[in-house]
């Protein structure tokens, strides 16, 4: 299986705060709760492309 590095961006400010290493072959785009160092909070951050 080939790893993809995919980017994780903040729904609220935008920020792309992560980076991941993701299956390829996968077709929703990933959506996570983590910590926004910009907004101080914890947002969602979903699969940027």
């Not at 590095?5 to 992560?18: D, F, H, M, Q, T």
């Not at 996570?32 to 951050?45: D, S």
Request: net charge positive; aromatic share 6%; with cysteine.
């Amino acid at each position: 299986m080939s790893q993809r590095k995919i980017a994780l961006a903040c729904s609220v400010c935008g920020s792309r705060n992560y980076t991941i290493a993701a299956s390829a072959t996968r077709t929703q785009r990933l959506e996570v709760n983590k910590f926004c160092k910009h907004c101080g909070k914890y947002t969602l951050h979903r699969e940027t492309r």
